[in-house]
């Protein structure tokens, strides 16, 4: 069974849009999509520097532009046929988008306003994540509770982010939890999926009141416990609450393991949610789609995976 993933804010790059804007019709869809959020998102994805897109307001917007994107290169859903799909934080707009329950550009509209929302919640006081590499999970969540941190993403094989503010992270620089290896501050710019992002939970839940979700096609795994979600309704109030509170990326892929994947392909900008499958999901087939240049190899794995299946339904 084949899982599609899309990744979340961390994942940008510099000029990472530029050789998908290659694409018949790439860069047509784009500007339109941009001119329908008031967003420039050729520019910041082919010109702006790590600064620019750094900031949430772009890059969230930017994130699930080239999520969506790089799907529709790859094909239709009905051709891709995931198993299931899901993101990571703010890739599970991408993944309503995949699953049918909010069009393309409901999606993007959603997501302009969360990254404003949450720039917005970010700028009261000055917070970040940092993720913690090795170490007993247990072990670690203690020792950030000790310093007033929150562990704002669990996400398995061994990874877990910190969120908090910039003393906080600073002393967790300082004195690591037992059995960590490393503490890598991320490229966001606030404490995302903490107490912190409050503020940004009403102005999102104003947003998504003026939306008409449709329900699922595709199994849905929310972030917030790893369950499949059936609702639409479910899937967009899910949506809402999760800018404030942890991401529990482990339950998803234990859900993965659940419904039998075998492989796993991860929309652009792909590397960390492939990354993690390696060490977290054992004999799993993994591909982060990059660049175009991905495309054929990701066609041939979904082709491969989906094979058992059509012989299981004839037989």
């Not at 482990?250 to 796993?264: N, Q």
Request: charged share 20%; glycine share 10%.
């Amino acid at each position: 069974m084949l899982v599609l993933v899309a990744p979340g804010q961390g994942a940008q790059t510099p000029g990472f849009l530029t050789p998908w804007l290659e694409l018949p019709g790439a860069a047509d869809r784009v500007a339109a999509w941009s001119d329908a959020i008031g967003l420039d998102l050729v520019h910041y994805g082919t010109q702006a520097d790590a600064d620019a897109i750094r900031d949430t307001a772009v890059a969230q917007p930017l994130l699930v532009a080239a999520g969506i994107l790089s799907a529709m290169a790859l094909g239709d859903m009905a051709e891709i046929a995931p198993g299931a799909v899901a993101g990571h934080s703010v890739g599970e707009i991408t993944a309503a988008a995949f699953a049918g329950v909010l069009d393309e550009t409901a999606a993007l509209g959603l997501v302009r306003r969360r990254g404003l929302a949450m720039a917005d919640a970010a700028a009261i006081t000055e917070t970040g994540m940092s993720a913690l590499l090795g170490g007993d999970p247990e072990t670690s969540v203690a020792h950030l509770e000790k310093l007033g941190l929150t562990p704002a993403n669990i996400n398995g094989a061994g990874q877990i982010v910190a969120a908090g503010t910039l003393e906080q992270l600073a002393a967790l620089a300082e004195d690591k939890p037992e059995g960590v290896r490393k503490v890598v501050p991320l490229k966001v710019a606030g404490a995302f999926h903490t107490r912190h992002m409050a503020p940004a939970v009403e102005a999102l839940a104003e947003a998504a009141a003026r939306l008409a979700p449709a329900d699922p096609k595709l199994a849905y795994v929310s972030n917030k416990d790893g369950r499949t979600v059936a609702s639409g309704a479910e899937v967009l109030e899910r949506l809402v609450g999760q800018v404030a509170n942890p991401v529990r990326w482990d339950l998803c892929m234990e859900t993965f393991k659940e419904l039998g994947v075998t492989a796993l392909v991860e929309v652009c900008p792909g590397g960390t949610l492939t990354g993690l499958a390696k060490r977290a999901l054992p004999g799993v087939r993994t591909l982060a789609l990059k660049t175009p240049d991905d495309l054929d190899a990701a066609r041939t794995l979904i082709a491969e995976t989906a094979t058992p299946a059509a012989d299981a339904a004839s037989a």
